[in-house]
T-cell receptor, first 113, second 114 residues
Framework: AQSVSQHNHHVILSEAASLELGCNYS??????LFWYVQYPGQHLQLLLK??????LVKGIKGFEAEFIKSKFSFNLRKPSVQWSDTAEYFC???????????FGTGTRLQVFP | DADVTQTPRNRITKTGKRIMLECSQT?????MYWYRQDPGLGLRLIYY???????NKGEISDGYSVSRQAQAKFSLSLESAIPNQTALYFC?????????????FGPGTRLTVL
């Protein structure tokens, strides 16, 4: 069965630090990849998505992610985090032409001023 | 206006009670989903529906049932609630094209079973 791994469960950073959150998936075929963010008390919002083309994807709020097919990875990055980035981040995968979105367990990011 | 709405937003109930969570959408999407979110476990799929005549079990359907009353409405029921069903429940919709299945989430319902 397909699975998604997020190895960083809890990340604590100071403002202006750089961020990289890991995401690995287990399927060898074509996939669509997503990063969702959940701010405290709010619902999931799409940060960015990869369907095809340029493997470096830019999302909202200065986030980007790079799809590396050979490593089955889709890591999320931001060069300089802000206190307002404090949230939980979920990586998710859909195998191409299927209908099930498979989520990772999430990474809780805390950014201190 | 929100495209995907859920009611209630918060609910506290007792063990053994029947509970219904409702989801409505104005996006015109055929596909709808119910997930539950638990700390450290991410989101897990309970049920999904591709249209009003199509209902499918997800990975954790035991103890739950659903009803797709119309294209825009998808309800989740707990026939006899138990404490380990305490969780945050999300509804989502999608309308895939070219094999792409981006899902749009509602605001969530926080359910506590005492």
């Amino acid at each position: 069965a397909q699975s998604v791994s997020q190895h960083n469960h809890h990340v604590i950073l100071s403002e202006a630090a750089s961020l990289e959150l890991g995401c690995n998936y287990s399927y060898g075929g074509t996939v669509n990849l997503f990063w969702y963010v959940q701010y405290p008390g709010q619902h999931l919002q799409l940060l960015l998505k990869y369907f095809s083309g340029d493997p470096l994807v830019k999302g909202i709020k200065g986030f980007e992610a790079e799809f590396i097919k050979s490593k089955f990875s889709f890591n999320l990055r931001k060069p300089s985090v802000q206190w307002s980035d404090t949230a939980e981040y979920f990586c998710a995968v859909i195998v191409y032409n299927t209908d099930k979105l498979i989520f990772g367990t999430g990474t809780r990011l805390q950014v201190f001023p | 206006d929100a495209d995907v709405t859920q009611t209630p937003r918060n609910r506290i109930t007792k063990t053994g009670k029947r509970i219904m969570l409702e989801c409505s959408q104005t996006k015109g999407h055929d596909r709808m989903y119910w997930y539950r979110q638990d700390p450290g476990l991410g989101l897990r799929l309970i049920y999904y529906s591709f249209d009003v005549k199509d209902i499918n079990k997800g990975e954790i359907s035991d103890g739950y049932s659903v009803s797709r009353q119309a294209q825009a409405k998808f309800s989740l029921s707990l026939e006899s609630a138990i404490p380990n069903q305490t969780a945050l429940y999300f509804c989502a919709t999608s309308e895939p094209s070219s094999g792409i299945n981006e899902q749009f989430f509602g605001p969530g319902t926080r359910l506590t079973v005492l």
